[in-house]
């Protein structure tokens, strides 16, 4: 149980920091917001449990803001702010 701990969780969150210094951090926090998201796929995959209508809406909203930041261009990610 240790073991897994250690490495489901500890190897997860160091794979995840380090590369979380080579995204902005509005896109880091996107992502890293897939995770709760897409938990209940998983258990519907695994274990055919089906998720209710407002986890369906809820991530439905989140994985349309993660694809709408990453599709969004790059010169409009940061508006109204001067460059050093």
């Known amino acids: 149980m240790l073991y897994l701990g250690i490495v489901q969780l500890g190897l997860a969150y160091l ?4 590369g979380v210094r080579h ?4 896109e880091a926090s996107l992502v890293s ?12 995959l695994g274990y055919g449990e089906k998720p209710g209508v407002w986890a369906l ?5 989140v994985i349309a803001a993660v ?4 599709a969004a ?3 409009s990610n940061v508006r ?4 050093p």
């Open 15 to 18: 794979l995840f920091i380090r």
């Open 23 to 26: 995204v902005p951090a509005g």
């Open 33 to 44: 917001m897939l995770e709760p998201v897409l938990n209940p796929v998983w258990v519907f």
């Open 57 to 61: 809406a809820g991530g439905g909203i």
């Open 67 to 70: 694809v709408i930041r990453t």
């Open 73 to 75: 261009p790059a010169d």
């Open 80 to 83: 109204g702010s001067v460059e």
